[in-house]
C-alpha cells in the first residue's frame, strides 16, 4: 500500500516523509488553501531535486502555463489536478508528468458515468471528499461541520405592516453573518474569503461507492483518512487501490505534519 502525505509546507518536512517511506508528498499550489506552498521550496532548488520521494504539485482550475513552470520550478514527479479540469486539458499535461485527476465526491455519483471521459487521458484517479454542506462527518475526531442553518423569511402574520420591510432587513444581516459563520467553520480547506474547499475538509465519503463501479485504474483513495482507519482501509479490498492521500488528520496545525502520528500510521498500516 502506498502512501501520499499532502498539504507538505517546508523542505525538513518532505526530508522527513522521504526518511519514514512514504511514497508521495504534495505541495499545494491552490493559494485559496491554507497548506498553499509559498516559495520556501522554489528557494532551495538543489534540495529539493534531490530527494527521492515523488514530488506531487496540487493544483486546481490552474492555467497550463503556470503547471508547466511549477513542473520545471519545483521537479515535479507527478500533477494533481483537483478543480474542474476537462479531459482535454489532462492530455495535454500527461506527456509531461504523472497525472492523477481528483473526483470530488458526495457518495451518491455514478462513478462510472464521472470517470469515463478521462480514462485515457491520465495515469491514476483520486476519489476525495466533496465539501458538501449536507454530507457528515465519518470517522471519530472528523471535522464537526453542521448543516448550514436554513434561510428562512421573517416571521410575522402581518406583512403589510409599515416595520415588516425594515425588520426582513436586520433579519437578513443576522442570517448572512450566521451563514458566514457556518462556511468558515465547515470548510476546512480553505482560507475564509478565498473561495470554495477542494480538500482538506477532514471528511469521509462512502467508500463502498468505489466496489459498485467498473473501475479499471489505478486510483488514490483520499478524504479524511486518520489513524483510526487503518483497519478500514485494510478491509477496503479492491484491484486498483493504489495508495492512501492524508492530509488534515495528521496535522499538527494546517500544513505543519505529525511525524509521530505518520509514522504510526506506516507501521499500522504494513503491520
Same mark, same amino acid.
Request: glycine content about 10%; charged content about 30%.
Given at each position: 500500500m502506498k502512501i501520499k502525505v499532502c498539504g507538505i509546507t517546508s523542505l525538513k518536512q518532505m526530508q522527513?516523509?522521504?526518511?519514514?517511506?512514504?511514497?508521495?508528498?504534495?505541495?499545494i499550489f491552490?493559494?485559496?488553501?491554507?497548506?498553499f506552498v509559498g516559495d520556501e521550496f522554489k528557494k532551495q532548488k538543489s534540495e529539493v531535486r534531490s530527494q527521492k520521494i515523488k514530488?506531487?504539485?496540487?493544483?486546481?482550475?490552474?492555467?497550463?502555463?503556470?503547471?508547466?513552470?511549477?513542473?520545471?520550478?519545483?521537479?515535479? *514527479?507527478?500533477?494533481?489536478?483537483?478543480?474542474?479540469?476537462?479531459?482535454?486539458?489532462?492530455?495535454?499535461?500527461m506527456d509531461k508528468v504523472e497525472v492523477i485527476k481528483v473526483f470530488r465526491l458526495t457518495g451518491k455519483e455514478n462513478i462510472d458515468e464521472l470517470v469515463e471521459p478521462f480514462q485515457n487521458v491520465c495515469h491514476h484517479f483520486m476519489f476525495d471528499t466533496s465539501p458538501h454542506p449536507s454530507l457528515p462527518p465519518t470517522g471519530e475526531g472528523a471535522a464537526t461541520t453542521q448543516p448550514m442553518p436554513p434561510l428562512t423569511p421573517p416571521t410575522g402574520e402581518n406583512k403589510t405592516h409599515p416595520l415588516f420591510n425594515q425588520y426582513a432587513a436586520v433579519n437578513k444581516v443576522i442570517r448572512k453573518s450566521e451563514v458566514s459563520e457556518?462556511? /468558515? /467553520?465547515?470548510v476546512g480547506g480553505s482560507r475564509m474569503g478565498a473561495g470554495p474547499s477542494y480538500g482538506g475538509t477532514g471528511l469521509q465519503f462512502d467508500w463502498s461507492i468505489l466496489k459498485k463501479a467498473k473501475i479499471n485504474k489505478p486510483?488514490?483513495? /483520499?478524504?479524511?483518512?486518520?489513524?483510526?482507519?487503518v483497519e478500514k482501509i485494510k478491509s477496503f479490498e479492491h484491484?486498483?487501490?493504489?495508495?492512501? *492521500?492524508?492530509?488534515?488528520?495528521?496535522?499538527?496545525?494546517?500544513?505543519?505534519?505529525?511525524?509521530?502520528?505518520?509514522?504510526r500510521f506506516i507501521a499500522e498500516i504494513n503491520f
Open positions: 522527513q516523509l522521504q526518511e519514514l517511506g512514504v511514497d508521495y508528498a504534495g505541495m491552490y493559494e485559496g488553501s491554507k497548506r514530488k506531487v504539485g496540487v493544483f486546481v482550475n490552474e492555467k497550463y502555463e503556470s503547471i508547466i513552470k511549477a513542473i520545471e520550478d519545483y521537479y515535479l *514527479d507527478v500533477i494533481q489536478l483537483h478543480g474542474d479540469e476537462t479531459d482535454e486539458f489532462c492530455l495535454e499535461l457556518w462556511l /468558515s /467553520s465547515s486510483f488514490f483513495l /483520499s478524504g479524511g483518512i486518520g489513524l483510526e482507519d484491484p486498483y487501490l493504489l495508495a492512501v *492521500d492524508v492530509n488534515s488528520r495528521f496535522e499538527i496545525s494546517p500544513g505543519i505534519k505529525d511525524m509521530e502520528k505518520v509514522q
